[in-house]
């Protein structure tokens, strides 16, 4: 292609030419992501195969996880009943895969109420000094009690159910956010930016959403993850020893506390339960692992 110069010369124009570094391919990217964190995609794979396998529950074969049968009981794994049958009659296999659904119900809402509440509680904390020793006395009693034992007192007082476990859990599970919460605060409110903004005349909330908690979220979602994992175990925990989940509700822990009579002659019963409980729980904190090391930049660099 040629072009006139003012003198009426003619010169050459280049032609369009390719930018020096292409845009790998999407499928590049995506090899490159699983080579660099092999955790998350695992751990991610993990845990989509068990929230998978509860939201299709109806569909794998099960049926109705309630159902008796007397003449079925204490049935071996077999063709009929792939995960046999415990001392009711009732298909271990249907219990397990609708106890997915209350496990990971569990998990979830806890994590997400517990994070929302640890962030509310560190960031007021770890902000306003003069309320600081007064919030952190509190959490340090609440953490000095093991969050089993406050769970169990917390259900000791009202009966038994998902929504009473999922709040007994989350009272015991988010102080643990808002300590790591006001840790991060505190060292973030010392920042130049903030005392720009201050200067500003931006209020202690404007600043608090808009400059501190966006700084704070790469630990706060780590710190979810693993809420997640400890709270499908204390749910499991709390139905095992009959203060969580009621009977007709079937979760892991029922089912293991109900073979666990028979757990020398029939160990299934309680087997395939604490299999899937396992999955759940490494599948989380593979993830919980994952983004840490994704978010650390240390660990970043020397990747």
């Not at 159902?67 to 271990?92: C, H, M, N």
């Not at 159910?161 to 956010?177: G, H, K, M, Q, Y």
């Not at 993850?225 to 203060?243: C, D, K, P, R």
């Not at 160990?267 to 395939?272: A, D, K, L, T």
Request: aromatic letters at 6%; one cysteine or more; proline letters at 8%.
């Amino acid at each position: 292609m040629t072009a006139t110069a003012p003198d009426g010369e003619g010169f050459a124009i280049a032609p369009d030419l390719p930018p020096l570094i292409a845009e790998p391919p999407r499928r590049g990217r995506v090899a490159t992501f699983v080579r660099r964190h092999p955790t998350i995609v695992l751990g991610a794979a993990l845990l989509g195969l068990m929230v998978l396998i509860a939201v299709c529950a109806p569909w794998l074969g099960t049926g109705d996880p309630q159902a008796l049968s007397p003449a079925k009981r204490i049935r071996a794994p077999s063709a009929e009943f792939w995960f046999g049958t415990d001392s009711l009659g009732r298909d271990v296999y249907s219990r397990v895969i609708y106890g997915a659904r209350t496990s990971l119900l569990v998990g979830i809402v806890v994590a997400l109420a517990a994070t929302v509440a640890g962030v509310a509680v560190g960031l007021v904390s770890g902000f306003v000094r003069w309320l600081d020793p007064i919030v952190m006395r509190v959490i340090d009693g609440l953490m000095a009690i093991p969050s089993v034992l406050i769970a169990i007192a917390l259900l000791g007082i009202a009966r038994g159910s998902v929504v009473n476990v999922i709040v007994a859990i989350t009272l015991a599970e988010f102080p643990r956010v808002a300590r790591l919460v006001r840790g991060v605060v505190l060292s973030l409110r010392e920042q130049p930016y903030v005392d720009a903004a201050l200067a500003c005349g931006s209020g202690g909330g404007r600043i608090m959403l808009r400059h501190i908690l966006p700084n704070a979220l790469d630990p706060i979602i780590v710190q979810a993850t693993y809420i997640g994992a400890s709270a499908v175990i204390a749910e499991a925990v709390l139905s095992f020893i009959g203060v969580g989940t009621p009977p007709t509700v079937p979760s892991w822990g029922n089912i293991m506390a109900e073979g666990r009579a028979l757990w020398q002659v029939k160990p299934y019963i309680v087997f395939f339960p604490a299999v899937f409980l396992c999955i759940t729980v490494l599948g989380v904190n593979l993830l919980g692992d994952g983004l840490r090391d994704m978010l650390d930049p240390r660990v970043a660099k020397r990747a």
